[in-house]
T-cell receptor, first 115, second 114 residues
Framework: AQKVTQAQTEISVVEKEDVTLDCVYETRDTTYYLFWYKQPPSGELVFLIR??????QNEISGRYSWNFQKSTSSFNFTITASQVVDSAVYFC????????????FGQGTTLQVKP | DTEVTQTPKHLVMGMTNKKSLKCEQH?????MYWYKQKAKKPPELMFVYSYEKLSINESVPSRFSPECPNSSLLNLHLHALQPEDSALYLCASSQGVGRANEQFFGPGTRLTVL
């Protein structure tokens, strides 16, 4: 069975703090893709990153970085020097069965960044 | 243009009304999706269209009826809904239904059923 677990339901930090959002996944597939989406209060899910199972290189995009570790089935997301605009719900997702378009979402982590 | 648009933004309807939600994308994507999202929950997949054909129906009640008139448009027809159907309805699109394809989401329609 495929599953994504985001154990942190809510995180609250003060602006400029670093914060890491955890994502643990389960799958028996050898080829799979992992995604992170951001959902601000406006409601739209914004695509942040896609990572395939064969690429374990960490990725950095500005203040955002992602750490993918197959050994622990984790794909964690770190925001450096958080800002109020980072306040949102963040979803980690795993690609479902091949050629279905299905995504397996985690329950989401609500991040609140206080000024 | 990497935008998915949805209309209306908000919709209030009675249980006997018939209404439709609309979604449009101009990215040349061949897969389109409808999701339902309740507060503080992840999106739940409802329907998937691939090349304008319905490929997945996640056992959605027949009071929800999807339609894909062309590759850019996706509609969701609503009839005889229940108050528990109140939710945020999200449309998404992707290049295809393969695993590698990221989905781009619209802003959603907040539906309230009275």
């Amino acid at each position: 069975a495929q599953k994504v677990t985001q154990a942190q339901t809510e995180i609250s930090v003060v602006e400029k703090e670093d914060v890491t959002l955890d994502c643990v996944y389960e799958t028996r597939d050898t080829t799979y893709y992992l995604f992170w989406y951001k959902q601000p209060p406006s409601g739209e899910l914004v695509f942040l990153i896609r990572r395939n199972s064969f690429d374990e290189q960490n990725e950095i995009s500005g203040r955002y970085s992602w750490n993918f570790q197959k050994s622990t089935s984790s794909f964690n997301f770190t925001i450096t020097a958080s800002q109020v605009v980072d306040s949102a719900v963040y979803f980690c997702a795993l690609s479902g069965a091949s050629n279905t378009g299905k995504l397996i979402f985690g329950q989401g982590t609500t991040l609140q960044v206080k000024p | 243009d990497t935008e998915v648009t949805q209309t209306p933004k908000h919709l209030v309807m009675g249980m006997t009304n018939k209404k439709s939600l609309k979604c449009e994308q101009h990215m040349g994507h061949r897969a389109m999706y409808w999701y339902k999202q309740k507060a503080k929950k992840p999106p739940e997949l409802m329907f998937v269209y691939s090349y304008e054909k319905l490929s997945i129906n996640e056992s959605v009640p027949s009071r929800f009826s999807p339609e894909c008139p062309n590759s850019s448009l996706l509609n969701l027809h609503l009839h005889a809904l229940q108050p528990e159907d109140s939710a945020l309805y999200l449309c998404a699109s992707s290049q295809g239904v393969g695993r590698a394809n990221e989905q781009f989401f619209g802003p959603g329609t907040r539906l309230t059923v009275l």
